[in-house]
């Protein structure tokens, strides 16, 4: 409880009278009038009774002069509970207080004249449950000498706050261990602790529960708005029954809740834990109800399950009249033997194999039946059998076909280049490899002008003219049905005998793109092989096809570079950054720029830096540009409406041999104002660490000191930390000799790979196992491709199911044991777990030989690049540990030739490279991997922002500095001394 007194400030109130006979005058009281002034109360005491907590109510108090002199009020005290307030002090109005008339306020002190009357409202709030009282004090002035004014008059006020408040009289329901089958009913009483109703709008089971909860019954029938009266003891008894009924592998059990939802203020919801435990019957089935066997092409072996049966119980179970039922029981067999009955001792378990080929189906389908059996146990009730089924497809094809056809580059200038990009695309109904890509020019190359239009199937042979910028390298999983992969091809005509011999005329050029994938669907019985190479288009080497790649090559006097502007996504009304075309005059005679047409670029693509110029008519008009001098033009992309553009700029000239020249621009408007891009910062400690290993190493003049260092390079293995994965392959990359790009594995059950320093062993003992096989040259950079690309790195497409035997997996994929999850197996590729996307990736090349890889070293940095982000290129290094630049060099492992390539790959990935005739190769390597990779340092954006408008957040939380935008590059350049690792953001 606590005092609350009202002190007003002197307010003056008029009434339309004088003060000398006003009814309530307001004012200083020195002078008491003549007389005696009465205030009668009406009422003399107020009961709010029963108010709801967070209610409230108001009551008024009428103190009426009944005497025949004037009264002075100079303060009005409230005492007692702090839930009473005074609402309003007012004038009466004609001696009574009506809600109906607005009152007029007053503010003490005041004077009551005779017959005059004021109004004092008090308003009850309840804060919780229980009694209230309280009392409203009116006191005259101060009388000299007094300490306080005379108590004019004092009225009790008494309330009483009701409020509900729930019970329970326990807060776990535990059902104990219940077996499948049983029932068993327990129960829970709500009470009532407040002093006023309280009201169950219902009692559910949440809906985050367990499946187990499916088979809980509340048999308590609690309608909304049931009400529980306060009460000392009793309540509502909720009445719960349990009858476990769903067929599981494994005992279940755990926590979910009952929720009762009432009109309890401070608790709308209250909680009852139910806890169970379900134990299984003696049979055990794995996996239970459905086996399904996955996609099964027509035309292969079909698709192999296992079925296990485990005696849990503490009899010998017998399992008879095993038979196959159902609409396609014909497509489903016992594979292999199987005995009439089933005796499975205790703790025991036995099991079936099955098999379901596809019939030949033409068309795709689900094929459905059931594995039904008999069970000689107690729990015989709850098991018949298990379904079974399986997706039929027609016969796996890896199909390709080129987007384009043939593609026509076009006049291009000697000197000068011209790219386009293809499309690839697998049309059939079986994933695809990518494997190579290779260009030939067309037959009589020799002779340009005067070529057919067929062209020879190359083998790893190169064009003069034509070149592959991008391959399909970039693939981290194989080409699925319908995906389609990009192939960037260079036009590069140079100047030649023939075409000064053909000064007025273009030199026609003829090419072939051809692409080679392999499919793994359908096996090469006759190569021997676990795929059919698969082409586009359709050819082996040697055989020759219509040649579909085509372009001129002139002593043009025009030439503009580049072909293609890609301006991307750009916010509808917003200007893309400026690009530039460069419009050049190679010759040696000025050349007329007649007309300049844009196509149906419909004004959202505009040029600057071009003057108007008239067109051409005979030899005057245009825009002349001599010889030898060139003009850069700028293109704008401003989009109109949120949809793509693609569209023309064609330059017409007087020149002869190539009158117009087009650029393609594309564009994409967005509606939306803001793009955010968002970047993980890795921390470049996790990493994967390849061996790349010359298995011809292991034949040197001094084996023993081979050994030796195998020891000492294990050795400073063990110094790296446990989140190194460190896995080895051999340069061989010839499949008659292994297999290419395979993680090595000495025998028994050595590991696929390593992690860290505590199985630094266990890589000597690989290394020490490896043997030379012979066979062609070899190529460590395209084993190691192999090794870091699909299918080898797959991860299992349904990782949840088990295998046992390869027979079990769809080609490319085998059944390989988990290095991460000991014990595991699942269908994936044989390198599955070791690459990790976020992980640094350290590259390690041991030869004594040359690579013999068949591509050119900037396709494999490219690759090994591409391996990571854009943004995250440089978690990508490598090293050399080969023979001598140049000559190559002799020491304690004999010869070694000059391992150039290898050299340059790791000088471009910025590696080291060391002298594999140095004493020791443990010692060149006592810092790999040690050194901390670059973070991020620049970060391009997808779109072209307005500078003012960016924003960076790192963690979530603003980041004002340690960052810049560079318009040039449209990048956000970071200091990561003070922002790395961490998630960078930019709207």
């Known amino acids: 409880m606590r005092d609350v007194t009202i002190r007003l400030g002197l307010a003056l109130v008029a009434f339309g009278c004088s003060p000398s006979d006003a009814p309530v005058s307001p004012g200083d009281v020195d002078v008491a009038a003549p007389g005696e002034g009465v205030l009668s109360l009406t009422p003399s ?41 005074i609402d309003a002090i007012a004038l009466a109005q004609d001696g009574a207080c009506s809600p109906d008339v607005v009152p007029i306020p007053l503010i003490p002190p005041f004077r009551v004249g005779v017959g005059a009357a004021v109004c004092v409202s008090v308003v009850y709030e309840p804060g919780d449950a229980g009694s209230d009282t309280g009392i409203l004090s009116v006191a005259g002035p101060s009388r000299p000498g007094a300490s306080g004014g005379e108590l004019l008059f004092a009225v009790p006020l008494a309330g009483l706050g009701l409020d509900p408040e729930i019970t329970l009289d326990t807060a776990v329901v535990d059902f104990g261990t219940m077996a499948f089958g049983e029932s068993k009913t327990l129960s829970f009483t709500i009470g009532n602790a407040g002093n006023s109703d309280l009201a169950i709008e219902s009692v559910m089971v949440s809906e985050s529960a367990p499946s187990i909860a499916l088979d809980l019954a509340i048999l308590t029938d609690i309608a909304a708005g049931t009400v529980v009266a306060p009460s000392v003891e009793g309540g509502l008894t909720v009445t719960l029954r349990l009858s476990p009924v769903h067929r599981v592998p494994e005992p279940i059990g755990g926590a979910f809740f009952i929720e009762i939802h009432s009109n309890d203020r ?39 399950r296992s079925v296990t049966f485990r005696n849990r119980g503490a009899n010998t179970l017998t399992i008879s009249e095993l038979h196959l039922s159902g609409p396609d029981w014909y497509s489903f067999s016992f594979d292999g033997e199987f005995p009439t009955d089933l005796v499975i001792d205790p703790d025991a378990e036995r099991t079936v194999d099955l098999r379901y080929e596809n019939p030949g189906s033409s068309y795709e389908r689900i094929a459905k039946a059931r594995l039904e059996f008999v069970v000689d146990a107690a729990d015989s009730d709850y098991l018949t059998g298990l379904d079974l089924t399986a997706t039929q497809k027609p016969p796996p094809r890896c199909e390709l076909v080129l987007v384009q056809g043939q593609v026509d580059f076009g006049v291009v200038a000697f000197g000068f280049a011209s790219s386009m990009t293809f499309d690839v695309m697998n049309i059939g109904n079986a994933p695809c490899s990518p494997f190579s890509v290779s260009v030939m020019d067309e037959k009589g190359s020799l002779f340009p002008g005067f070529q057919s239009d067929q062209c020879q199937v190359p083998y790893l042979e190169k064009s003069s003219v034509f070149a592959v910028l991008k391959e399909p390298w970039a693939i981290q999983s194989i080409l699925e049905p319908g995906e389609s992969a990009a192939i960037e091809v260079d036009f590069m005509p140079e100047e030649s005998i023939w075409a000064a011999a053909s000064a007025d005329e273009a030199v026609d050029y003829r090419g072939l793109l051809h692409v080679t994938m392999l499919d793994f669907a359908r096996p090469d019985p006759l190569e021997g092989t676990p795929f059919t190479i698969v082409t586009v288009p359709h050819g082996e080497p040697g055989d020759v096809v219509d040649c579909n790649l085509g372009g001129k090559g002139a002593k043009t006097q025009l030439s503009i570079a580049p072909t293609t502007l890609l301006f991307g996504e750009t916010t509808v009304g917003c200007q893309a950054k400026v690009q530039e075309l460069v419009l050049e005059n190679p010759g040696d005679t000025p050349v007329r720029i007649c007309e300049v047409a844009q196509g149906s670029c419909n004004g959202s693509v505009a040029l600057s830096g071009i003057p108007s110029f008239p067109p051409c008519s005979g030899d005057t008009g245009g825009l002349e540009l001599p010889a030898g001098s060139s003009i850069t033009l700028g293109v704008t992309f401003t989009p109109t409406t949120p949809t ?10 007087g020149e002869p041999i190539s009158p117009k020249l087009a650029v393609q621009v594309q564009g994409d408007g967005m509606s939306d104002p803001t793009q955010t891009d968002t970047y993980l910062q890795l921390s470049g400690q996790d990493r994967d660490v390849l061996w790349v290993f010359d298995d011809s190493v292991s034949l040197t003049l001094e084996p023993e000191h081979v050994a030796a260092e195998i020891d000492a390079l294990a050795a400073v293995a063990s110094g790296w930390a446990s989140s190194v994965h460190i896995g080895v392959v051999t340069t061989l990359i010839h499949p008659n000799y292994g297999d290419p790009g395979h993680l090595q594995s000495a025998a028994g059950t050595s590991p696929r790979f390593f992690s860290g320093g505590a199985a630094a062993m266990g890589l000597a003992d690989v290394l020490g196992a490896i043997t030379h096989q012979g066979g062609p040259p070899d190529g460590g950079l395209e084993a190691a491709r192999l090794a870091l690309r699909a299918p080898l790195t797959d991860a299992p497409l349904q990782p949840m199911y088990s295998c046992t035997s390869d027979l079990q997996c769809a080609p490319p994929y085998a059944c390989v044991p988990s290095v991460l999850d000991p014990g595991a197996f699942r269908c994936a590729g044989p390198n599955w777990e070791f690459f990790r996307p976020n992980a640094a990736l350290e590259l390690v090349f041991f ?98 922002p307005l500078p003012a408008s960016i924003t960076v957040t790192v963690d979530g939380a603003p980041c004002e500095s340690g960052w810049a935008y560079d318009a040039a590059a449209n990048a956000i350049h970071v200091d990561v001394a003070r922002h790395g690792p961490q998630n960078s953001r930019h709207p």
């Open 644 to 653: 793509a553009t693609s569209c023309e700029i064609a330059f017409i000239s």
């Open 847 to 944: 030869s004594i030989s040359e690579d013999g890889s068949p591509e050119d070293v900037s396709d494999y940095v490219d690759f090994f690049k591409s391996l990571k982000v854009l943004s995250n290129s440089g978690l990508v290094r490598a090293h050399a540990v080969v023979g001598d630049s140049g000559g190559g060099c002799k020491g304690p492992t004999g010869l070694a030739f000059a391992g150039d390539r290898y050299g340059e790959v790791a000088s471009a990935l910025g590696g080291k490279r060391h002298s594999i005739c140095e004493p020791s190769w443990a010692s060149v390597l006592k810092d790999e991997p040690g050194d901390t990779f670059g973070l991020i340092t620049t970060i391009a954006l997808t779109r072209p």
């Open 45 to 85: 005491a107020f009961d709010f009774d029963d108010v709801a907590v967070g209610k409230l109510e108001v009551a008024t108090v009428l103190a009426l002069n009944t005497g025949d002199a004037a009264v002075d009020v100079a303060e009005i005290v409230l005492s007692g509970s702090s839930d009473f307030a």
């Open 266 to 304: 401070d608790e709308p919801i209250a909680y009852v834990k139910l806890l169970v435990t379900v134990s299984p019957p003696s049979l055990l089935v794995t996996p239970y109800p459905v086996v399904d066997f996955g996609e099964v092409y027509a035309d292969t072996e079909g698709s192999l």
